[in-house]
């Protein structure tokens, strides 16, 4: 696939050394056969007319896998790289026609080992209790469906957003629909996690408007309790991008007991305000919409007592970031 160039986008030649760890870690080697498709690719949720994912009128597009463990995660249905049936609760109406319409004969949540995710059960339930979270499509089906809002990115200035779980996890697929967007002159951005090799990261970063880095906890063995990872490959990728792509948007997820004190946030706006073109600061505070998708794959909910934090303690808190100089957004 031919490179293509991209206004935020410097020329790799100023890019530190790849951290092997990465490379064989977390990706290349783990990977599920058939995730290295470039034509096809697994795909949980389109949203459309979002305001929240980077400028203007945006499309998001959210792709399965993420080998990230943040038990706060509010796309849960992502971390799995493989489609997943769910039910929501309360829904069932007892009826019995999902074990009707099943070639296996089950009933009721579609945890069980037997079940082929063939999503009959879901088409044959009439209460919309069974959902399935994932399903195969091509690029070019995405792409009909992006460009279905196209005249909502003009006039305001959006674009489309690939999210995940980890969006590069997804690698091959990713690259093809951001050609495909960019040949189309549609804007793009990335949110990701920086869990990827450093390779696979900066060959995507030319092809993206905007880069959105989610970045967690500063301190690694913090980083490895809450999130499952070690931090180093991701902080040394923030640091690899910024001196290769100009549009960055660094978000932060303010979980009260486990990132939200002074200690970590100033080690943050430290280190963002030493890289260049980290063009604003999100911070976005923890919310409860999670608990009921966790319940609907048939997981235990990890914490039920945390409540998000205050207007006035998010202001607070991104002091700590405009005092740095920063533009900071609360949201985002």
Known sequence: MAEVSAPGHRGASAVPGSDASFRTGLFSSSLPRGYEMTDRGIVFN?????????????????????PARCWWCHNPESKSPLPEM?????????????ALACPQGIAGCGADAACLLCNECAEAC????RRLAGR??????????????????????????????????????????????????????????????????????PLADLILYDLKLMDAERHRTAVGLDNQGVLENLAALATVHDNIWLRIPIIPGVNDDRANLEASARLAASLRDIRQVNLLPFHRTWHGKVRQ??????????????????????????????ITIIGG
Request: aromatic letters at 8%.
């Open 46 to 66: 389109i949203q459309k007319y979002s305001i929240s994912d980077g400028p203007g009128i945006r499309t998001t597009l959210f792709l399965k896998g993420c």
């Open 86 to 98: 769910t039910q929501v609760e309360g829904r069932c109406l007892a009826c019995n026609e999902c």
């Open 126 to 129: 009439p209460s919309g209790a």
């Open 136 to 205: 195969e499509m091509t690029v070019a089906e995405v792409l009909a469906a992006l460009l279905q809002d196209r005249i909502f990115y003009e006039e305001s200035g959006g674009g489309v957003t690939f999210s995940g779980g980890e969006p590069l996890f997804q690698f091959g697929f990713l690259k093809a629909l951001l050609v495909g967007c960019r040949e189309r002159g549609v804007r793009t951005a990335v949110d990701t996690g920086g869990f990827a090799p450093r390779e696979r990261l900066l060959e995507m970063a």
């Open 297 to 326: 794959l048939g997981r235990t909910v990890a914490d039920d007592t945390i409540a998000p934090p205050s207007h006035e303690r998010m202001e607070e808190l991104a002091s700590i970031f405009r005092h740095k100089g920063l």
